[in-house]
Protein backbone atom coordinates (compact mmCIF):
# COMPACT_ATOMS: atom_id res chain seq x y z
CA UNK A 1 0.00 0.00 0.00
CA UNK A 2 1.83 3.32 -1.27
CA UNK A 3 0.05 6.37 0.59
CA UNK A 4 -0.37 8.56 -2.50
CA UNK A 5 -0.65 12.12 -2.68
CA UNK A 6 -0.92 14.09 -6.02
CA UNK A 7 2.23 15.88 -6.00
CA UNK A 8 3.42 11.93 -5.80
CA UNK A 9 0.83 11.14 -8.70
CA UNK A 10 2.33 14.05 -10.84
CA UNK A 11 5.98 13.29 -10.41
CA UNK A 12 5.23 9.80 -10.95
CA UNK A 13 4.03 11.10 -14.11
CA UNK A 14 6.28 13.10 -14.85
CA UNK A 15 9.07 10.44 -14.51
CA UNK A 16 7.08 7.80 -16.37
CA UNK A 17 6.91 10.08 -18.89
CA UNK A 18 10.55 11.23 -19.36
CA UNK A 19 11.52 6.81 -19.75
CA UNK A 20 8.58 6.63 -22.39
CA UNK A 21 10.39 9.04 -24.12
CA UNK A 22 14.08 7.88 -23.13
CA UNK A 23 15.68 10.23 -21.34
CA UNK A 24 17.41 7.81 -19.95
CA UNK A 25 17.94 4.78 -21.01
CA UNK A 26 18.49 1.23 -19.89
CA UNK A 27 21.17 0.26 -17.30
CA UNK A 28 21.77 4.55 -17.05
CA UNK A 29 21.10 5.92 -13.48
CA UNK A 30 18.80 8.89 -12.76
CA UNK A 31 20.02 11.85 -11.42
CA UNK A 32 21.00 12.37 -7.93
CA UNK A 33 18.07 13.11 -5.66
CA UNK A 34 19.28 16.00 -4.58
CA UNK A 35 19.48 17.43 -8.25
CA UNK A 36 16.27 15.53 -9.41
CA UNK A 37 14.09 16.95 -6.69
CA UNK A 38 15.85 20.75 -7.38
CA UNK A 39 14.66 20.08 -11.47
CA UNK A 40 11.24 19.13 -10.54
CA UNK A 41 10.34 21.52 -8.06
CA UNK A 42 9.54 18.66 -5.73
CA UNK A 43 10.58 18.03 -1.80
CA UNK A 44 13.14 14.61 -1.68
CA UNK A 45 10.47 12.53 0.48
CA UNK A 46 8.09 13.22 -2.39
CA UNK A 47 10.54 12.10 -4.86
CA UNK A 48 11.31 8.57 -2.74
CA UNK A 49 7.76 8.26 -2.52
CA UNK A 50 7.48 8.42 -6.58
CA UNK A 51 10.71 6.63 -7.33
CA UNK A 52 9.07 3.67 -5.03
CA UNK A 53 5.89 3.58 -7.38
CA UNK A 54 8.46 3.38 -10.13
CA UNK A 55 9.99 0.52 -8.42
CA UNK A 56 6.83 -1.16 -8.18
CA UNK A 57 6.17 -0.67 -11.81
CA UNK A 58 9.54 -2.43 -12.60
CA UNK A 59 10.35 0.67 -14.15
CA UNK A 60 13.42 1.75 -11.91
CA UNK A 61 15.72 -0.30 -9.15
CA UNK A 62 16.84 1.39 -6.25
CA UNK A 63 20.82 0.53 -5.42
CA UNK A 64 21.44 0.83 -1.44
CA UNK A 65 23.98 3.35 -1.30
CA UNK A 66 24.07 3.99 -5.18
CA UNK A 67 21.47 5.17 -6.89
CA UNK A 68 18.36 4.55 -8.77
CA UNK A 69 19.08 2.63 -12.11
CA UNK A 70 16.17 2.28 -15.03
CA UNK A 71 15.36 -0.83 -16.15
CA UNK A 72 14.75 -2.32 -19.66
CA UNK A 73 10.92 -1.70 -19.90
CA UNK A 74 10.52 -4.43 -21.72
CA UNK A 75 12.66 -6.94 -19.90
CA UNK A 76 10.65 -5.81 -16.93
CA UNK A 77 7.22 -6.12 -18.45
CA UNK A 78 6.91 -10.13 -18.27
CA UNK A 79 9.11 -11.34 -15.50
CA UNK A 80 7.92 -8.36 -12.86
CA UNK A 81 4.71 -9.03 -11.06
CA UNK A 82 4.11 -5.36 -10.56
CA UNK A 83 4.23 -4.59 -14.56
CA UNK A 84 1.32 -6.69 -15.88
CA UNK A 85 -0.53 -3.81 -17.36
CA UNK A 86 2.18 -2.99 -19.67
CA UNK A 87 1.67 -6.27 -21.30
CA UNK A 88 -2.24 -5.64 -21.16
CA UNK A 89 -4.30 -5.52 -24.71
CA UNK A 90 -6.82 -3.14 -24.89
CA UNK A 91 -9.48 -6.40 -24.72
CA UNK A 92 -7.96 -7.23 -21.43
CA UNK A 93 -8.44 -3.68 -20.15
CA UNK A 94 -12.10 -3.18 -21.61
CA UNK A 95 -12.55 -6.20 -19.69
CA UNK A 96 -11.22 -4.89 -16.34
CA UNK A 97 -13.46 -1.73 -16.71
CA UNK A 98 -16.42 -3.88 -17.65
CA UNK A 99 -15.51 -5.41 -14.40
CA UNK A 100 -15.03 -2.83 -11.62
CA UNK A 101 -16.81 0.18 -13.38
CA UNK A 102 -20.51 -0.47 -13.37
CA UNK A 103 -19.74 -1.69 -9.67
CA UNK A 104 -17.90 1.96 -9.00
CA UNK A 105 -20.42 4.05 -10.82
CA UNK A 106 -23.20 2.05 -8.26
CA UNK A 107 -20.85 3.46 -5.00
CA UNK A 108 -20.78 6.52 -6.61
CA UNK A 109 -24.53 7.03 -7.08
CA UNK A 110 -25.25 5.82 -3.52
CA UNK A 111 -22.71 8.73 -1.89
CA UNK A 112 -21.80 11.61 -3.80
CA UNK A 113 -22.69 14.98 -3.03
CA UNK A 114 -24.01 17.80 -5.11
CA UNK A 115 -20.76 19.14 -5.41
CA UNK A 116 -19.19 16.17 -6.34
CA UNK A 117 -22.08 15.83 -9.24
CA UNK A 118 -20.88 19.58 -10.46
CA UNK A 119 -17.60 18.35 -10.55
CA UNK A 120 -18.49 15.71 -12.62
CA UNK A 121 -20.65 18.09 -15.22
CA UNK A 122 -17.64 20.57 -15.24
CA UNK A 123 -15.32 17.43 -16.82
CA UNK A 124 -18.40 16.54 -19.10
CA UNK A 125 -18.48 20.16 -20.49
CA UNK A 126 -14.56 20.06 -21.13
CA UNK A 127 -15.30 17.18 -23.24
CA UNK A 128 -18.01 19.17 -24.77
CA UNK A 129 -15.91 21.96 -25.68
CA UNK A 130 -13.26 19.56 -26.81
CA UNK A 131 -15.86 18.06 -29.53
CA UNK A 132 -17.19 21.58 -30.16
CA UNK A 133 -13.43 23.20 -30.86
CA UNK A 134 -12.63 19.62 -32.62
CA UNK A 135 -9.87 19.14 -30.37
CA UNK A 136 -9.48 15.75 -30.30
CA UNK A 137 -6.49 15.71 -27.93
CA UNK A 138 -8.69 17.39 -25.01
CA UNK A 139 -11.33 15.58 -25.92
CA UNK A 140 -9.25 12.52 -24.79
CA UNK A 141 -7.77 13.99 -21.96
CA UNK A 142 -11.50 15.07 -20.35
CA UNK A 143 -12.85 11.29 -21.17
CA UNK A 144 -9.48 10.35 -19.00
CA UNK A 145 -9.94 12.52 -16.31
CA UNK A 146 -13.80 12.04 -15.95
CA UNK A 147 -12.48 7.70 -15.40
CA UNK A 148 -10.10 8.89 -13.28
CA UNK A 149 -12.91 11.23 -10.94
CA UNK A 150 -15.06 8.22 -10.41
CA UNK A 151 -12.53 6.20 -9.18
CA UNK A 152 -11.71 8.87 -6.67
CA UNK A 153 -15.23 9.51 -5.59
CA UNK A 154 -14.86 5.63 -4.43
CA UNK A 155 -12.90 7.07 -1.86
CA UNK A 156 -12.10 3.20 -1.47
CA UNK A 157 -7.82 3.43 -1.72
CA UNK A 158 -7.92 -0.20 -2.99
CA UNK A 159 -9.07 1.03 -6.35
CA UNK A 160 -6.62 3.67 -6.43
CA UNK A 161 -3.63 1.19 -8.13
CA UNK A 162 -6.17 -0.20 -10.55
CA UNK A 163 -7.30 3.44 -11.76
CA UNK A 164 -3.77 4.43 -12.06
CA UNK A 165 -3.50 0.91 -14.25
CA UNK A 166 -6.54 1.95 -16.68
CA UNK A 167 -5.93 4.97 -17.36
CA UNK A 168 -2.41 4.43 -18.09
CA UNK A 169 -3.88 1.84 -20.48
CA UNK A 170 -6.42 4.83 -21.87
CA UNK A 171 -3.39 6.95 -22.56
CA UNK A 172 -1.44 4.51 -23.88
CA UNK A 173 -4.40 3.88 -25.95
CA UNK A 174 -4.80 7.28 -26.56
CA UNK A 175 -4.08 6.87 -30.76
CA UNK A 176 -7.52 4.43 -31.02
CA UNK A 177 -9.36 7.25 -28.55
CA UNK A 178 -8.62 10.39 -30.99
CA UNK A 179 -9.60 8.70 -34.29
CA UNK A 180 -12.40 10.36 -34.78
CA UNK A 181 -15.27 13.01 -33.53
CA UNK A 182 -18.24 11.05 -33.79
CA UNK A 183 -16.73 8.55 -31.68
CA UNK A 184 -16.43 11.44 -29.28
CA UNK A 185 -19.87 12.68 -29.35
CA UNK A 186 -21.15 9.16 -28.39
CA UNK A 187 -19.06 8.98 -25.71
CA UNK A 188 -19.75 12.19 -24.27
CA UNK A 189 -23.27 11.38 -24.72
CA UNK A 190 -22.87 7.61 -22.91
CA UNK A 191 -21.03 9.47 -20.50
CA UNK A 192 -23.83 12.13 -19.38
CA UNK A 193 -26.64 8.88 -19.38
CA UNK A 194 -23.96 7.88 -16.79
CA UNK A 195 -23.99 10.63 -14.82
CA UNK A 196 -27.96 11.80 -15.12
CA UNK A 197 -28.49 7.99 -13.32
CA UNK A 198 -25.61 9.46 -11.13
CA UNK A 199 -27.37 12.68 -10.26
CA UNK A 200 -30.53 10.90 -9.47
CA UNK A 201 -28.96 8.50 -7.25
CA UNK A 202 -30.09 5.48 -8.99
CA UNK A 203 -27.14 3.06 -8.38
CA UNK A 204 -28.52 0.13 -10.58
CA UNK A 205 -29.03 2.61 -13.97
CA UNK A 206 -26.01 3.96 -13.45
CA UNK A 207 -24.28 0.59 -14.16
CA UNK A 208 -26.37 -0.48 -16.79
CA UNK A 209 -25.32 3.06 -18.46
CA UNK A 210 -21.72 2.01 -17.69
CA UNK A 211 -21.77 -1.40 -19.02
CA UNK A 212 -23.82 -0.37 -22.05
CA UNK A 213 -20.83 2.54 -22.35
CA UNK A 214 -17.63 -0.21 -22.33
CA UNK A 215 -19.44 -2.35 -24.15
CA UNK A 216 -20.11 0.38 -27.01
CA UNK A 217 -16.28 1.00 -26.47
CA UNK A 218 -15.24 -2.17 -27.72
CA UNK A 219 -17.40 -2.03 -30.39
CA UNK A 220 -15.84 1.44 -31.49
CA UNK A 221 -12.05 -0.07 -30.92
CA UNK A 222 -13.59 -3.08 -33.12
CA UNK A 223 -12.81 -5.44 -30.13
CA UNK A 224 -15.20 -7.97 -29.79
CA UNK A 225 -15.53 -8.67 -25.78
CA UNK A 226 -16.03 -11.67 -23.79
CA UNK A 227 -17.76 -11.02 -21.05
CA UNK A 228 -18.88 -14.72 -19.76
CA UNK A 229 -22.35 -15.28 -19.12
CA UNK A 230 -23.17 -14.72 -15.68
CA UNK A 231 -24.62 -18.00 -14.96
CA UNK A 232 -26.77 -17.21 -11.96
CA UNK A 233 -28.19 -14.26 -13.23
CA UNK A 234 -27.36 -12.43 -10.22
CA UNK B 1 36.51 -1.48 -4.69
CA UNK B 2 32.62 -2.62 -4.16
CA UNK B 3 31.01 -6.01 -3.67
CA UNK B 4 27.87 -5.48 -5.39
CA UNK B 5 27.27 -6.75 -8.75
CA UNK B 6 26.76 -4.28 -11.50
CA UNK B 7 23.89 -2.16 -12.02
CA UNK B 8 23.72 -4.08 -15.46
CA UNK B 9 23.48 -7.18 -14.19
CA UNK B 10 21.18 -7.07 -12.00
CA UNK B 11 18.67 -5.32 -13.65
CA UNK B 12 18.92 -8.61 -16.30
CA UNK B 13 18.05 -10.18 -13.72
CA UNK B 14 14.99 -8.72 -12.07
CA UNK B 15 13.50 -11.90 -9.97
CA UNK B 16 15.89 -13.95 -9.09
CA UNK B 17 14.58 -17.48 -7.80
CA UNK B 18 16.16 -17.06 -4.19
CA UNK B 19 13.61 -13.84 -3.97
CA UNK B 20 10.60 -16.20 -4.66
CA UNK B 21 11.48 -18.23 -1.54
CA UNK B 22 12.44 -15.46 0.30
CA UNK B 23 9.19 -13.79 -0.45
CA UNK B 24 7.49 -17.47 0.76
CA UNK B 25 9.20 -17.38 3.96
CA UNK B 26 8.59 -13.67 5.02
CA UNK B 27 4.70 -14.02 3.81
CA UNK B 28 4.54 -17.48 5.64
CA UNK B 29 6.00 -15.60 8.88
CA UNK B 30 3.13 -12.48 8.53
CA UNK B 31 0.46 -15.26 7.85
CA UNK B 32 2.05 -17.01 11.22
CA UNK B 33 1.79 -13.57 12.66
CA UNK B 34 5.44 -14.08 13.97
CA UNK B 35 5.66 -10.71 12.08
CA UNK B 36 2.46 -8.80 12.80
CA UNK B 37 1.48 -4.82 12.49
CA UNK B 38 3.34 -4.27 15.86
CA UNK B 39 6.58 -5.60 15.23
CA UNK B 40 9.34 -3.22 14.47
CA UNK B 41 11.78 -4.00 11.57
CA UNK B 42 13.81 -2.26 8.60
CA UNK B 43 14.65 -3.65 5.43
CA UNK B 44 18.12 -4.42 7.12
CA UNK B 45 17.01 -6.31 10.10
CA UNK B 46 14.74 -8.26 8.28
CA UNK B 47 17.56 -9.70 5.96
CA UNK B 48 19.44 -10.40 8.55
CA UNK B 49 17.03 -12.46 10.28
CA UNK B 50 16.57 -13.96 7.29
CA UNK B 51 19.80 -14.45 6.44
CA UNK B 52 19.13 -12.39 3.11
CA UNK B 53 20.70 -10.11 1.16
CA UNK B 54 19.09 -6.45 1.67
CA UNK B 55 18.37 -5.87 -1.56
CA UNK B 56 16.10 -9.31 -2.11
CA UNK B 57 14.76 -8.55 0.93
CA UNK B 58 13.80 -4.94 -0.78
CA UNK B 59 12.53 -6.76 -3.43
CA UNK B 60 9.94 -8.92 -1.25
CA UNK B 61 8.59 -5.81 0.61
CA UNK B 62 8.25 -3.97 -2.94
CA UNK B 63 6.25 -6.94 -3.62
CA UNK B 64 4.24 -7.10 -0.68
CA UNK B 65 3.61 -3.69 -0.48
CA UNK B 66 1.69 -4.19 -3.94
CA UNK B 67 -0.49 -6.71 -2.20
CA UNK B 68 -0.95 -4.49 1.01
CA UNK B 69 0.55 -6.71 3.10
CA UNK B 70 3.43 -4.34 3.89
CA UNK B 71 3.22 -0.65 4.36
CA UNK B 72 5.70 1.35 2.97
CA UNK B 73 6.43 5.39 3.54
CA UNK B 74 8.64 7.54 3.08
CA UNK B 75 11.01 7.85 6.41
CA UNK B 76 9.11 5.47 7.97
CA UNK B 77 9.75 1.72 8.66
CA UNK B 78 7.95 -0.48 6.54
CA UNK B 79 5.03 -2.49 9.07
CA UNK B 80 2.55 -4.87 8.48
CA UNK B 81 -0.64 -3.67 7.28
CA UNK B 82 -2.92 -3.61 10.09
CA UNK B 83 -6.93 -4.11 8.88
CA UNK B 84 -10.06 -2.76 10.38
CA UNK B 85 -13.45 -3.85 9.30
CA UNK B 86 -14.28 -1.28 6.74
CA UNK B 87 -11.40 -1.93 4.61
CA UNK B 88 -11.95 -5.67 4.89
CA UNK B 89 -15.14 -5.48 3.34
CA UNK B 90 -14.17 -3.02 0.79
CA UNK B 91 -11.66 -5.47 0.26
CA UNK B 92 -13.94 -8.59 0.11
CA UNK B 93 -16.19 -6.68 -2.40
CA UNK B 94 -13.42 -6.01 -4.72
CA UNK B 95 -12.38 -9.29 -4.27
CA UNK B 96 -15.50 -10.65 -5.28
CA UNK B 97 -15.96 -8.51 -8.72
CA UNK B 98 -12.65 -9.42 -9.47
CA UNK B 99 -12.57 -12.84 -8.68
CA UNK B 100 -16.13 -14.52 -9.85
CA UNK B 101 -14.66 -12.52 -13.57
CA UNK B 102 -11.56 -14.57 -13.38
CA UNK B 103 -13.11 -17.56 -12.60
CA UNK B 104 -15.33 -17.50 -15.26
CA UNK B 105 -12.45 -16.59 -17.73
CA UNK B 106 -10.46 -19.49 -16.28
CA UNK B 107 -13.55 -21.75 -16.82
CA UNK B 108 -13.42 -20.93 -20.70
CA UNK B 109 -9.86 -22.05 -21.36
CA UNK B 110 -9.02 -24.20 -18.56
CA UNK B 111 -5.29 -25.50 -19.39
CA UNK B 112 -4.02 -28.74 -18.68
CA UNK B 113 -0.74 -27.29 -17.50
CA UNK B 114 -2.38 -25.07 -14.83
CA UNK B 115 -4.69 -27.52 -13.51
CA UNK B 116 -1.84 -29.65 -13.41
CA UNK B 117 -0.13 -27.09 -11.31
CA UNK B 118 -3.22 -26.42 -9.32
CA UNK B 119 -3.69 -29.94 -8.71
CA UNK B 120 0.31 -30.17 -6.95
CA UNK B 121 -0.89 -27.32 -5.14
CA UNK B 122 -4.24 -28.43 -3.52
CA UNK B 123 -2.40 -31.66 -2.74
CA UNK B 124 0.19 -30.10 -0.89
CA UNK B 125 -2.43 -27.79 0.95
CA UNK B 126 -3.79 -31.28 1.96
CA UNK B 127 -0.59 -32.36 3.39
CA UNK B 128 0.23 -28.96 4.77
CA UNK B 129 0.15 -28.95 9.04
CA UNK B 130 2.01 -25.25 9.23
CA UNK B 131 -0.61 -22.53 9.65
CA UNK B 132 1.41 -19.96 8.21
CA UNK B 133 2.32 -22.19 5.19
CA UNK B 134 -1.18 -23.22 4.94
CA UNK B 135 -2.75 -19.75 4.18
CA UNK B 136 -0.16 -18.75 1.97
CA UNK B 137 -0.72 -21.84 0.02
CA UNK B 138 -4.38 -20.91 -0.10
CA UNK B 139 -3.46 -17.22 -1.27
CA UNK B 140 -1.42 -19.00 -4.39
CA UNK B 141 -4.35 -21.08 -5.48
CA UNK B 142 -6.65 -18.41 -5.59
CA UNK B 143 -3.92 -16.38 -7.64
CA UNK B 144 -2.31 -19.36 -9.91
CA UNK B 145 -6.63 -19.76 -11.14
CA UNK B 146 -6.77 -15.91 -11.52
CA UNK B 147 -3.91 -16.43 -13.67
CA UNK B 148 -5.56 -18.98 -15.98
CA UNK B 149 -7.83 -16.20 -17.19
CA UNK B 150 -5.52 -14.76 -19.35
CA UNK B 151 -6.30 -11.16 -18.31
CA UNK B 152 -3.31 -9.94 -16.65
CA UNK B 153 -4.21 -6.42 -15.03
CA UNK B 154 -7.26 -7.75 -13.65
CA UNK B 155 -5.12 -11.04 -12.45
CA UNK B 156 -2.78 -8.61 -10.79
CA UNK B 157 -5.91 -6.17 -8.94
CA UNK B 158 -6.98 -9.69 -7.66
CA UNK B 159 -3.27 -9.98 -6.15
CA UNK B 160 -3.79 -6.94 -4.26
CA UNK B 161 -6.60 -8.50 -2.60
CA UNK B 162 -6.35 -12.15 -1.94
CA UNK B 163 -3.50 -12.02 0.38
CA UNK B 164 -4.58 -9.00 2.28
CA UNK B 165 -7.52 -10.98 3.25
CA UNK B 166 -5.83 -13.88 4.16
CA UNK B 167 -3.93 -11.08 6.42
CA UNK B 168 -7.33 -10.65 7.79
CA UNK B 169 -7.76 -14.04 9.03
CA UNK B 170 -4.20 -14.25 10.23
CA UNK B 171 -4.80 -11.02 12.19
CA UNK B 172 -8.21 -12.27 13.55
CA UNK B 173 -6.60 -14.97 14.80
CA UNK B 174 -9.31 -17.45 13.72
CA UNK B 175 -9.61 -21.19 13.17
CA UNK B 176 -8.40 -21.93 9.32
CA UNK B 177 -10.32 -24.24 8.12
CA UNK B 178 -9.50 -26.43 5.75
CA UNK B 179 -10.02 -24.24 2.23
CA UNK B 180 -8.30 -27.54 0.08
CA UNK B 181 -11.82 -29.17 0.31
CA UNK B 182 -13.33 -26.00 -1.34
CA UNK B 183 -10.58 -25.74 -3.75
CA UNK B 184 -10.80 -29.10 -5.16
CA UNK B 185 -14.34 -28.95 -5.57
CA UNK B 186 -13.62 -25.53 -7.37
CA UNK B 187 -10.68 -27.17 -9.28
CA UNK B 188 -12.94 -30.17 -10.68
CA UNK B 189 -15.44 -27.46 -11.38
CA UNK B 190 -12.53 -26.00 -13.57
CA UNK B 191 -11.87 -28.71 -15.39
CA UNK B 192 -15.51 -30.08 -16.28
CA UNK B 193 -15.35 -25.82 -17.59
CA UNK B 194 -18.51 -26.01 -15.02
CA UNK B 195 -18.84 -22.20 -14.58
CA UNK B 196 -21.68 -21.92 -12.99
CA UNK B 197 -20.33 -24.34 -10.11
CA UNK B 198 -17.20 -22.85 -10.02
CA UNK B 199 -19.01 -19.49 -9.53
CA UNK B 200 -21.06 -21.29 -6.52
CA UNK B 201 -17.99 -22.58 -4.56
CA UNK B 202 -16.44 -19.33 -5.09
CA UNK B 203 -19.47 -17.39 -3.55
CA UNK B 204 -19.94 -19.97 -0.66
CA UNK B 205 -16.40 -19.54 -0.24
CA UNK B 206 -16.36 -15.26 0.06
CA UNK B 207 -20.01 -15.28 1.99
CA UNK B 208 -18.30 -17.62 4.64
CA UNK B 209 -15.04 -15.48 4.84
CA UNK B 210 -17.46 -11.91 5.01
CA UNK B 211 -19.36 -13.75 7.51
CA UNK B 212 -16.40 -14.55 9.71
CA UNK B 213 -14.17 -11.68 9.27
CA UNK B 214 -16.82 -9.02 9.34
CA UNK B 215 -18.98 -9.87 12.28
CA UNK B 216 -15.97 -10.43 14.72
CA UNK B 217 -18.94 -11.56 17.74
CA UNK B 218 -20.18 -14.29 15.79
CA UNK B 219 -16.70 -15.41 15.14
CA UNK B 220 -15.57 -15.15 18.60
CA UNK B 221 -18.56 -17.35 19.62
CA UNK B 222 -17.80 -20.16 16.58
CA UNK B 223 -14.74 -20.35 18.47
CA UNK B 224 -15.39 -20.78 21.67
CA UNK B 225 -17.93 -23.23 21.03
CA UNK B 226 -15.14 -25.00 18.94
CA UNK B 227 -12.73 -24.81 21.58
Same mark, same amino acid.
Given at each position: MITSSTVVTSVVEK????LARGQWRSGEMLPGQRELAEQLGISRPSLREAVIVLETLGLVRSMPG #??? @??? =???????????? $?VAAASLEDVLQLRYTLEPFIVGLVAQSIS? #?????? *?LTLMDMREALEANDSEAGVSAYIAFHEELFTL /????? &??????? /????????? =???RNSPEHLAERLEENEAVVRAIRSKNSAQASVEMRRHILREGQRMGIELNIPEDNLGS | MNNYASPQTLATLPV *? %?? @?? +??????? +??? &??? *??????? &? /??ESLAQMFGARRSDMRDVLTRLSHQQVIILRVNHRPRVAELDVEQTRQTLHARRLAEVMLV?? $???? %?? $???? #??? *??? @??NERQCAERGRAIRLSVEF????????GNAPLAHFLESLVPLTSLAIAQFDLQQKDYYVEHMEMLDALERGDAATAQVVLNRHLDYLEDLLLNPASALGQNCAAG
Open positions: LRAA #KGV @VVL =EASLSDGQSHDS $AS #KEVGQL *R /TSNPI &FQSVVQQ /TSNALKQSA =EVL | *R %PS @VD +DLYSRVL +DAI &FEQ *RIHSASR &F /TERL $ACQR %PC $AQGL #KRL *RTL @VDHLQLAQMA
